[in-house]
């Protein structure tokens, strides 16, 4: 039971993609709500996670942002500017311009978790829903058909990924995992694992074709001189990979795609 209507609305912009971990100044976008109202936040008060959007993409995937302003330029459409994009390792769902007309929610108290267990991931389900004070045959319910993804258990993608070669040809490849649980602890050397165990699948690519996918159980792999040799018949100047931190529950998470 929710006890609280949700801030909804469509954009009336276009939104291109952002920079990823700093704030986005060169783009700002219009949201007319149907419901609700949105204001301004300092930046400490931002970075506590206030003023948390999210807008749905044509595929039907959904970018999580933040905003300093929110300035009321019309009735009920407000501009939003100083955004922090691609929040909650959203980064691909903003991979192409967002088109005016996008589906707006503001994750305030009023959003809730629908309480489903692992089972449920992924299962399509008949949900069915209306106003609590009448039954639920009654006919202002509606039944949507829906599957969840459990994307809260999905790893985010790795950052800051490098690639040095040695002497004799192997690739070394290093990266930084992130964590959904725990990372804004400073004191740490490093942030928490939240998985049962560190794995990761390394895809090397060849324009679209996967050449061979690597493993590793620490923050690096050696992509040696023979595999090179094997998968290009010889050492490329260049190589394009895809590295993916693995889930037990939840299997692969979002990838990050470089050339090193």
Request: hydrophobic share 40%; aromatic share 6%; with cysteine.
């Amino acid at each position: 039971v929710l006890t609280a209507p949700a801030t909804l609305g469509r954009t009336l912009d276009p939104l291109p993609p952002g920079p990823e971990g700093r704030l986005d100044w060169a783009n700002r976008v219009r949201v007319k709500l149907s419901y609700g109202t949105l204001t301004s936040a300092a930046l400490a008060t931002v970075l506590t996670g206030v003023n948390a959007a999210a807008v749905c993409n044509a595929s039907g995937d959904w970018e999580v942002f933040q905003f300093l302003n929110a300035t009321l330029v019309g009735s009920a459409t407000y501009e939003l500017s100083g955004l922090l994009r691609a929040q909650a390792g959203t980064e691909a769902a903003m991979a192409a311009p967002l088109a005016a007309g996008a589906q707006f929610v503001l994750l305030d108290g009023a959003v809730q978790p629908v309480p489903a267990g692992l089972d449920g991931i992924r299962s399509t389900l008949n949900w069915r829903y209306g106003p609590s004070n009448r039954g639920i045959g009654d006919a202002s319910y509606v039944t949507r058909a829906h599957a969840f993804q459990g994307l809260g258990l999905r790893p985010l993608s790795p950052v800051h990924i490098r690639g040095t070669r040695d002497a004799a040809g192997h690739l070394s490849v290093t990266w930084i995992r992130r964590t959904r649980l725990g990372g804004d602890n400073w004191e740490l050397a490093d942030v928490p694992l939240a998985e049962d165990n560190e794995r990761y699948e390394i895809d090397i690519l060849d324009g679209a074709t996967v050449k061979r996918t690597l493993t590793s159980t620490q923050a690096s792999v050696v992509y040696s001189a023979s595999e090179q040799m094997a998968d290009f018949g010889a050492l490329p100047a260049m190589v394009t990979l895809r590295v993916c931190q693995v889930s037990s529950v939840y299997g692969r998470g979002s990838a990050r795609t470089v050339t090193v």
